[in-house]
Structures are given as structure tokens and as C-alpha cells.
């Protein structure tokens, strides 16, 4: 879940970063601003996007691991010696 927030949040800040420059430019450039509002909505969507595959390929990586079984070394090594 906070693997989402974090990709969720990146997002919004891409298109805060992309909206702030669409305030400051000059309302007689149309092009301009409607080139930075695409940019904004676009590349918030792709960064929500790769980042969510990126987190299922990285999820899938981690369950394939499998955990090594580790036993003691008291319970593997005896030792066996001549009584006096």
C-alpha cells in the first residue's frame, strides 16, 4: 500500500511541477500552456503507470525467492571420541 502512495504521490508531483510553469506562462501563449497541460496529464499518468509495473515486477522478484533453510550448527555436528 505505501509503495502505491509513494508512486501516487510522485505523480502529483509531476503535474504540480508542469502546472506551476502553466500559471507563469503568459495567457496569450494558448499553445503553449495547452503543450504543458498535455505534458502534465500525460507524464503524471506514465510515472503512475511504470510505476506501478516496476512495484509488480519487484513484488514478483521478491516471492520467487525462496528462503534458504538454516539449521544450527549444534543439531548438524557430533562428535564422537574414545571414553578413557
Excluded at 505505501?2 to 510553469?21: E, N, T, V
Aim: with cysteine; aromatic share 12%; charged share 15%.
Amino acid at each position: 500500500m505505501r509503495d502505491q502512495i509513494i508512486i501516487f504521490g510522485a505523480s502529483l508531483i509531476w503535474i504540480a511541477f508542469c502546472m506551476r510553469f502553466w500559471w507563469v506562462i503568459n495567457r496569450e501563449n494558448v499553445w503553449q500552456r495547452r503543450l504543458i497541460a498535455i505534458a502534465a496529464g500525460l507524464g503524471g499518468g506514465l510515472i503512475y503507470m511504470f510505476g506501478s509495473m516496476a512495484m509488480q515486477v519487484l513484488h514478483a522478484a521478491q516471492a520467487q525467492q525462496v528462503p534458504v533453510d538454516y539449521e544450527s550448527p549444534s543439531a548438524t555436528i557430533r562428535v564422537q571420541g574414545k571414553e578413557p
